[in-house]
T-cell receptor, first 113, second 115 residues
Framework: AQSVAQPEDQVNVAEGNPLTVKCTYS??????LFWYVQYPNRGLQFLLK??????LVKGSYGFEAEFNKSQTSFHLKKPSALVSDSALYFC???????????FGSGTQLTVLP | EAGVTQFPSHSVIEKGQTVTLRCDPI?????LYWYRRVMGKEIKFLLH????????ESGMPNNRFLAERTGGTYSTLKVQPAELEDSGVYFC?????????????FGPGTRLLVL
């Protein structure tokens, strides 16, 4: 069975500071990893994904994530946070035989002005 | 290009009643998924359609839930009769291909409250 852990329910960061939202996963086989963001009263919006190749993946709005196979992690990062980045972030995984996404419980990011 | 749309955006019903949720995927997307987030927990998979066929319905919680996708276009998810624990946000997603690395595009969700 596959699973995703987002160890922090809440992350607070000051505007302009770097941010990290953590994600670890467990799968059998090679993982496909995704980050989605949910703004208030909106649906899930795709940010980025890792399939294969370069471990550093760049996505929308200046976000990036680093795939670390040995640590089974896929942390989301941004060099300089904006107040508008405040939202709920979900990490998800799928693998070869399972088309569906398995999500973490979500991390609420608050960027303080 | 229009994204995934869902109707209604909110629904409040009493226990024992029936509710039908609708999802319109992105045009041309053969794959349609239903997920739900209950009580602020993880978003959990319910089922996956490829065109009009159910590819995987392993996440459906019980036989009170019925999903259909007649004609391979829009899909409906009916809950009958609704129970208190069915409250949550129901998301629909679609994708063009069905391999595991394909990006799924999500709708805004339907917020269901069962009283």
């Amino acid at each position: 069975a596959q699973s995703v852990a987002q160890p922090e329910d809440q992350v607070n960061v000051a505007e302009g500071n770097p941010l990290t939202v953590k994600c670890t996963y467990s799968v059998s086989g090679n993982p496909y990893l995704f980050w989605y963001v949910q703004y208030p009263n909106r649906g899930l919006q795709f940010l980025l994904k890792y399939i294969t190749g370069d471990n550093l993946v760049k996505g929308s709005y200046g976000f990036e994530a680093e795939f670390n196979k040995s640590q089974t992690s896929f942390h989301l990062k941004k060099p300089s946070a904006l107040v508008s980045d405040s939202a709920l972030y979900f990490c998800a995984v799928s693998t070869g035989s399972a088309r569906q996404l398995t999500f973490g419980s979500g991390t609420q990011l608050t960027v303080l002005p | 290009e229009a994204g995934v749309t869902q109707f209604p955006s909110h629904s409040v019903i009493e226990k024992g009643q029936t509710v039908t949720l609708r999802c319109d995927p992105i045009s041309g997307h053969d794959n349609l998924y239903w997920y739900r987030r209950v009580m602020g927990k993880e978003i959990k998979f319910l089922l996956h359609f490829v065109k009009e066929s159910k590819q995987d319905e392993s996440g459906m919680p019980n036989n009170r839930f019925l999903a259909e996708r007649t004609g391979g276009t829009y899909s409906t998810l009916k809950v009958q009769p609704a129970e208190l624990e069915d409250s949550g946000v129901y998301f629909c997603a679609s994708s063009q291909d069905s391999w595991s690395g394909e990006t799924q595009y999500f709708g805004p969700g339907t917020r269901l409250l069962v009283l």
